[in-house]
């Protein structure tokens, strides 16, 4: 019969003998050993691991028997790729330890990628768990996944009023096992998975259009993604945030070359917003003439004189159809 035996983390003190023993040191900077206990997760493989990395590329000095980092050592970029690997590592070996259920929840975390309820998360799974016992145990590994840092709770995002009542994806320290466990699912899964959570969303009117577009982008409803990365745009438009609106509209071109004809209205509209977001950014002197030949031929009438004119025709026009 198998056991599963769960070793305890290094204390403070292990951790700092592991350091000296690696280092040959007789003792070790306070922010050293920090770096170490928070980034290994107190593990002694993976502490080993981020010594030696950080040894190797000379991050690490030994003067007096006492080892430390060198000055301005998070500047390097021997630091950010030693620190990296070595949360990478971290986080999978964490997930190692993660039942099957557990991990199936991850994975259908990385799916929805956004902020979400946990009822998402729970209906998604509902959904599509291949194994029944995954849907019996979805509340326990939920609060499992929160408990371990995995998922942050309701309680732990109040202070982020944005995402008030929501769980989301960790950021920090295990954000990189988020796309190791989107990699595992295969195409087709991830297309259905995606296309479960983009209706639920749409259904429970719970995302904005840049979200839902994302989501039929990624589950290949090209029709619907068109449709939402389009108001995406104008909403970025509207909001001035030009660069994003500007973002989404090449992304619009290059989906709706390669997909049916183009509607001549839409052409137009984009063409404009495209001129607009480049003037506002410093990238088209011509905008006048070229917004104003867009409106034109979108049946609107002669515009003001004048960039702030010209835009105000345009949201107007914005509206129409």
Same mark, same amino acid.
Do not use: W
């Given at each position: 019969?198998?056991?599963?035996?769960?070793?305890?983390?290094?204390?403070?003190?292990?951790?700092?003998?592991?350091?000296?023993?690696?280092?040959?040191?007789?003792?070790?900077?306070?922010?050293?050993?920090?770096?170490?206990?928070?980034?290994?997760?107190?593990?002694?493989? !993976?502490?080993?691991?981020?010594?030696?990395?950080?040894?190797?590329?000379?991050? @690490?000095?030994?003067?007096?028997?006492?080892?430390?980092?060198?000055?301005?050592?998070?500047?390097?970029?021997?630091?950010?790729? /030693?620190?990296?690997?070595?949360?990478?590592?971290?986080?999978?070996?964490?997930?190692?330890? !993660?039942?099957?259920?557990? @991990?199936?929840?991850?994975?259908?975390?990385?799916?929805?990628?956004?902020?979400?309820?946990?009822?998402?998360?729970?209906?998604?799974?509902?959904?599509?768990?291949?194994?029944?016992? @995954?849907?019996?145990?979805?509340?326990?590994?939920?609060?499992?996944?929160?408990?371990?840092?995995?998922?942050?709770?309701?309680?732990?995002?109040?202070?982020?009023?944005? %995402?008030?009542?929501?769980?989301?994806?960790?950021?920090?320290?295990?954000?990189?096992?988020?796309?190791?466990?989107?990699?595992?699912?295969?195409? %087709?899964?991830?297309? =259905? $998975?995606?296309?479960?959570?983009?209706?639920?969303?749409?259904?429970?009117? =719970?995302?904005?259009?840049?979200?839902?577009?994302?989501?039929?982008?990624?589950?290949? &409803?090209?029709?619907?993604?068109?449709?939402?990365?389009?108001?995406?745009?104008?909403?970025?438009?509207?909001?001035?945030?030009?660069?994003?609106?500007?973002?989404?509209?090449? =992304?619009?071109?290059?989906?709706? &070359?390669?997909?049916?004809?183009?509607?001549?209205?839409?052409?137009?509209? %984009?063409?404009?917003?495209?001129?607009?977001?480049?003037?506002?950014?410093?990238?088209?002197?011509?905008?006048?003439?070229?917004?104003?030949?867009?409106?034109?031929?979108?049946?609107?009438?002669?515009?003001?004189?004048?960039?702030?004119?010209? /835009?105000?025709?345009? $949201?107007?026009?914005?509206? @129409?159809?």
């Amino acid at each position: 019969e198998l056991q599963r035996h769960h070793l305890e983390g290094l204390s403070m003190a292990e951790c700092s003998a592991l350091c000296c023993d690696v280092l040959a040191a007789s003792h070790i900077h306070p922010a050293l050993l920090d770096l170490v206990m928070d980034k290994a997760d107190a593990t002694p493989g !993976l502490a080993r691991q981020l010594l030696l990395a950080l040894r190797e590329t000379s991050l @690490v000095i030994v003067e007096e028997d006492l080892a430390a980092l060198i000055p301005n050592a998070e500047a390097s970029p021997h630091y950010a790729k /030693a620190v990296t690997q070595s949360v990478e590592q971290t986080a999978m070996s964490r997930v190692e330890r !993660l039942s099957s259920s557990q @991990v199936y929840l991850l994975k259908i975390a990385s799916i929805v990628k956004h902020g979400f309820k946990a009822e998402l998360l729970k209906h998604v799974v509902r959904q599509s768990a291949p194994d029944p016992g @995954v849907v019996d145990t979805v509340d326990s590994d939920l609060r499992h996944l929160v408990s371990q840092g995995f998922i942050r709770s309701d309680k732990r995002a109040q202070a982020d009023r944005r %995402r008030s009542s929501m769980c989301s994806v960790e950021t920090l320290k295990l954000h990189s096992i988020y796309g190791s466990m989107y990699d595992t699912i295969l195409f %087709r899964e991830r297309r =259905e $998975l995606h296309l479960l959570v983009a209706r639920y969303l749409e259904q429970e009117k =719970e995302a904005g259009s840049a979200v839902l577009a994302f989501h039929y982008r990624r589950g290949g &409803e090209s029709k619907s993604a068109l449709h939402y990365m389009s108001l995406a745009a104008r909403e970025s438009f509207v909001q001035q945030s030009y660069d994003q609106c500007l973002s989404t509209l090449k =992304e619009i071109g290059a989906m709706e &070359e390669a997909s049916s004809p183009i509607p001549p209205v839409a052409e137009i509209r %984009r063409t404009f917003m495209q001129a607009a977001c480049a003037y506002h950014l410093g990238l088209d002197p011509e905008f006048i003439a070229s917004a104003t030949e867009a409106l034109r031929r979108l049946g609107c009438p002669a515009p003001s004189l004048g960039a702030h004119g010209v /835009a105000s025709e345009a $949201l107007i026009s914005l509206r @129409v159809r």
